[in-house]
């Protein structure tokens, strides 16, 4: 199975706020996707007939996906049944749902869109062409249909300061 941070690329390490925060934070996003799940069928057939807008619990799922990638990283018990293993799983089976979702992630590269890209930082650059594209991502993106649920965080090539 493929690792969200696989399909994402590049990102830097979250910041350190500790296994039980993040645990914390993931079980909060497993509550509201719960709640989502509970929304009027109505909403889920309407969405079944291809309506314009994704179903609510895709962003609850693009969340819950996101920080249970990033427990990923910490220093978890080891074993064969550890939380390591059952949050790769977990994060395995969201990246699968996302998919069959139509949901996909966006990592770009190459000149700047600001529909699909958000600019968080720049890179200086001597380089004639970069300017105006993408250095890095920061954060992913993702789309449902082609629409940005989520643009892509990226830095930005900017032309290097005169000396």
């Given at each position: 199975m493929v690792r969200l941070a696989a399909l994402a690329g590049r990102r830097p390490d979250p910041p350190d706020l500790g296994t039980a925060?993040?645990?914390?934070?993931?079980?909060?996003?497993?509550?509201?996707?719960?709640?989502?799940?509970?929304?009027?069928?109505?909403?889920?057939?309407?969405?079944?007939?291809?309506?314009?807008?994704?179903?609510?619990m895709v962003s609850a799922l693009v969340d819950l996906a996101e920080r249970l990638d990033e427990l990923r990283g910490h220093d978890l018990a080891t074993g064969p049944e550890s939380p390591a293993d059952l949050v790769g799983w977990v994060a395995d089976q969201l990246t699968l749902?996302?998919?069959?979702?139509?949901?996909e992630p966006l990592d770009d590269s190459g000149d700047l869109v600001p529909e699909r890209h958000q600019v968080v930082g720049v890179r200086p650059?001597?380089?004639?062409?970069?300017?105006?594209?993408?250095?890095?991502?920061?954060?992913?993106?993702?789309?449902?249909?082609?629409?940005?649920?989520?643009?892509?965080q990226v830095l930005a090539y900017v032309e290097e300061p005169a000396r």
């Open positions: 925060t993040l645990l914390e934070q993931a079980l909060a996003d497993v509550e509201t996707l719960e709640r989502t799940q509970r929304e009027p069928r109505g909403e889920l057939d309407r969405h079944a007939k291809g309506a314009d807008d994704p179903p609510s749902m996302l998919r069959e979702g139509e949901v650059t001597a380089e004639p062409g970069l300017p105006g594209t993408i250095a890095e991502t920061v954060r992913p993106g993702y789309q449902w249909r082609g629409l940005v649920l989520r643009p892509q």
